[in-house]
């Protein structure tokens, strides 16, 4: 044998133990969004819920982050570059935050209470340099009721509430931390910034291509060592098509494609691939208008509305990706309470209630109502919509639909129900969530009508409102629990909205996909995933 | 020829102007602005008032107007609402990968329509001539998102041949097979539609010209068919250039459909996210720079027919 064979042979056997050895570091997951670009990488993502999801907290921590381990219940709070929390005794505006020791940013500086107090003034402090108009729009969106700030020690800082507001550890996970070093070294721009970003987070943000892919990479360092992400390296994608996404699953481009076309599902399924299906804090609902002379200022039509739409064919039609919706939250929450009614399919019910209203199928109530033709957790809106329509019809409603574009709905949704931005409709078609418990403030208290908020419906009852502001100033999260259910029980015994189904988050992916289990939140953890 | 010149280049500014003002209130006609739908719906009013004020929003028309021409003069198309990036920079990126699609599907497009149309017109009557009419037809009239899907379900989903969507790398000229091999489906796609176009015309300008005295003089002249096309397709040219130029025009613009159904990062898929996201400032500049292309490549196909064909000139 000469030498130059013996050589080639030790390179030959080389290779094949990389190739033998390649599953411990090759592993890659390649996901497939639902967004239309890629959301901003400089730690305030763009693009809603999605955003947050792969490119906020798989790279950056909060003071507070989401907890993504109790699978069974609404996803709840963790400590995450704080230790621990608490509304000062004396001062029910004050909060006070201990800060996690010996964490590093990706760029290896240390993360300090100067980091937190440079990071709140990126936010909020327009004379800061800092100051990044798009993630404070996005921040501020949430994290309105958030004040001022100072450091008590170099491991203590205290955050003010405008008002006192007990829901506000679960506004602080929008906060998320980057390193003032990383963004000095960027040239002072957050554009720049951007391209090579650091956080604290347990992947590192290691490759940026505009418009086409953002690569991850795995942060050895991560101090939370349970949490030291499995996979090598995440590689996610925006595929706003929902065949494209189905395509590139199937030619095994991607690994994981969110929300493939619910009619897909069966031969998914057949051929070997995954579907994951779980509840996360979402509502598919029809917001009623109430103010004076709309249809559904009459609680008995708001009431027969939500008996005359058969649920069950709803959620059949969507190939069982999504559940009935008998509230905003679901029946099996803490928040649920108990509301004195249940809405079933009972046409028998709805006609009767309907004929004391003063209209019946011979003498047929018109309402219109807005649709989108697609949007964040609009889900099928079209077909979906004409399904009630259809089951609602023998019953005297005559559903008249308002088609409007996505963007067209959110403007509505800002301004009151009477303003010529509602195009005059009865109720609004348009997803909601409730991720943090704040929403049922958000969505019914009187104080919230457009502009000052979104409760675009101007449903108005005191005794809700009355609770809504016992839970704001209650600082023990089981009394405030109990308030809320109690609250969110007189809006489903109102008939606030038409509950109709909860979407179950579809996705799909192949199956040399493992380990991952779906929390109840509209972010997930991708640490405990593998790729074989 | 110069007087000629100098008339189209006048009519060019004029159009120009007319592309302006149409890129920049077109946009203001729908309901909505990008703050809208940058902000969460859950947004106070105070906060997205305050955006608008920032980026100008608020201000009377003709002085938004204004103030874009004047930065527009400069080369400067101004910043995304949405992103913060530079337009002028972020579109340039786009139209590059645009243009590793159009450039190659026009090629292709336009090789095989002339061919066809050629042959076919040679063989008129004959079965030749069916078959690549029935083709061009097909190119023409089938919607190319679904000839997009049927192709990645075939070459991507079932033989596994080729990429389903994407550009494989980072964007711009290909720089592996990989990456070649992306570009194969989305190529094939949008050169249908050139083809059918091109084919046909060239068919029926072909069969006109045939039906003149001079290629029958030519052959009388003892001209060897070779020979004998080249006069046809001279004389041919200049209208199949015009269609040509419309067509290049068409694929520059980006297909937003082919694009969306490819993953494409191109100027289609550009200009449909900015739509989407009432993106003002992106929306504007790519209206008018892809118009203004439009509008060049059109001076140029003229200046082009000018030159073979003196007849034009006057």
Not at chain 2, 221 to 248: D, Y
């Amino acid at each position: 044998m000469t030498s130059r064979t013996i050589r080639g042979v030790l390179a030959a056997a080389f290779l094949l133990s990389l190739v033998a050895s390649a599953p411990s570091f090759g592993q890659t997951l390649r996901i497939a969004m639902t967004a239309a670009d890629l959301p901003t990488t400089s730690g305030i993502p763009n693009n809603g819920g999605e955003g947050y999801r792969f490119l906020g907290f798989p790279a950056f921590d909060g003071l507070i982050d989401w907890d993504f381990t109790h699978t069974d219940e609404i996803a709840g709070l963790t400590p995450g570059l704080a230790t621990s929390w608490k509304i000062d005794d004396n001062d029910h505006t004050r909060w006070i935050f201990t800060l996690r020791d010996g964490v590093k940013f990706h760029d290896g500086t240390d993360f300090t209470a100067d980091a937190v107090i440079w990071n709140l003034r990126r936010l909020y402090d327009e004379k800061s340099p800092q100051f990044d108009p798009a993630a404070s729009a996005i921040v501020r969106s949430f994290v309105y009721m958030l004040d001022r700030w100072e450091q008590i020690d170099p491991r203590t800082i205290a955050i003010h509430t405008k008002t006192p507001f007990s829901f506000f550890p679960s506004m602080v996970p929008n906060i998320l931390m980057v390193s003032p070093t990383q963004w000095e070294k960027s040239g002072r721009s957050w554009t720049e910034f951007a391209k090579q970003p650091a956080g604290t987070g347990p992947f590192r943000i290691t490759r940026v291509a505009p418009g086409q892919f953002v690569e991850m990479t795995r942060n050895e360092a991560y101090w939370d060592k349970l949490r030291i992400p499995k996979l090598q390296k995440m590689v996610v994608i925006p595929m706003p098509e929902a065949t494209t996404r189905l395509a590139a699953l199937r030619s095994g481009q991607v690994d994981w494609i969110e929300v493939p076309p619910p009619d897909a599902i069966p031969s998914l399924k057949a051929a070997g691939f995954q579907i994951s299906l779980w509840p996360y804090p979402h509502t598919w609902p029809y917001i009623f208008k109430m103010t004076e002379g709309s249809a559904f200022s009459d609680r008995r039509v708001r009431e027969a509305l939500n008996y005359a739409i058969d649920r069950d064919a709803i959620v059949e039609f969507l190939n069982g990706t999504a559940k009935p919706a008998y509230g905003l939250y679901p029946p099996d929450t803490p928040y649920f309470g108990a509301p004195e009614l249940r809405y079933g399919y009972d046409p028998e019910k709805a006609k009767a209630l309907l004929k004391a209203a003063g209209y019946g199928s011979d003498h047929p109530l018109k309402v219109k109502i807005m649709i989108s033709t697609s949007g964040s957790g609009q889900m099928l809106p079209l077909p979906m919509n004409e399904i009630i329509q259809q089951q609602v019809r023998p019953i005297g409603f005559d559903l008249d639909f308002d088609v409007v574009e996505w963007g067209t709905m959110l403007v509505a949704k800002r301004n009151p129900p009477t303003a010529p931005a509602g195009h005059g409709v009865d109720a609004l078609n348009n997803s909601l969530g409730f991720a943090d418990p704040g929403v049922l403030f958000r969505y019914f208290s009187s104080t919230t009508f457009p502009p000052n908020g979104i409760n675009w419906g101007n449903f108005n009852d005191q005794r809700v409102d009355a609770l809504l502001s016992k839970a704001q100033e209650t600082f023990d999260p089981a009394k405030r629990t109990e308030f809320l259910a109690q609250a969110h029980a007189l809006v489903v015994d109102e008939a606030a909205w038409l509950f109709v189904v909860h979407d179950l988050n579809p996705r799909a992916m192949s199956a040399k996909v493992k380990g991952f289990k779906p929390a109840q939140s509209w972010y997930q953890d991708f640490t405990q995933v593998t790729v074989e | 020829m110069a007087r000629f010149v100098a008339f189209r280049l006048c009519h060019t500014v004029l159009i120009l102007f007319g592309v302006s003002v149409v890129a920049f209130g077109l946009i203001h006609l729908i309901p909505g602005n990008p703050l809208d739908i940058l902000l969460p719906p859950e947004a106070p009013k105070a906060v997205v008032d305050q955006l608008r004020a920032e980026f100008g929003f608020d201000k009377p028309l003709h002085v938004q107007y204004l103030a874009w021409v004047g930065r527009v003069l400069t080369g400067n198309l101004g910043t995304s609402v949405f992103t913060g990036l530079q337009v002028t920079h972020e579109l340039l990126s786009a139209l590059g990968n645009t243009l590793v699609l159009a450039v190659p599907a026009a090629l292709l497009g336009f090789t095989l329509g002339t061919t066809f149309g050629t042959v076919a017109a040679f063989n008129h009557g004959r079965p030749l001539d069916k078959v690549f009419s029935v083709i061009a037809i097909l190119g023409l009239s089938m919607p190319h998102y679904w000839l997009g899907i049927a192709l990645v379900i075939v070459f991507a989903v079932l033989w596994n041949a080729l990429p389903a969507a994407g550009m494989g790398g980072t964007g711009g000229l290909p720089t592996s097979w990989e990456e070649i091999q992306h570009m194969i489906l989305p190529v094939v796609t949008l050169s249908m539609i050139p083809m059918g176009v091109i084919g046909r015309m060239v068919r029926s300008t072909v069969l006109e010209i045939l039906s003149h005295e001079f290629p029958t003089g030519l052959r009388a002249k003892g001209l060897r068919s070779r020979q004998i096309v080249f006069h046809v397709l001279k004389n041919a040219a200049p209208p199949a250039l015009a269609v040509m130029g419309l067509q290049l025009g068409y694929l520059l613009g980006g297909s937003i459909l082919v694009e969306t159904v490819f993953n494409w990062p191109g100027s289609g898929q550009f200009m449909n996210l900015a739509i989407f996201r009432r993106d003002i400032p992106v929306l504007q500049g790519t209206v008018l720079v892809l118009a203004s292309l439009f509008v060049v490549i059109n001076l140029l196909v003229d200046l082009v027919q000018a030159l073979i064909d003196p007849r034009m000139r006057r």
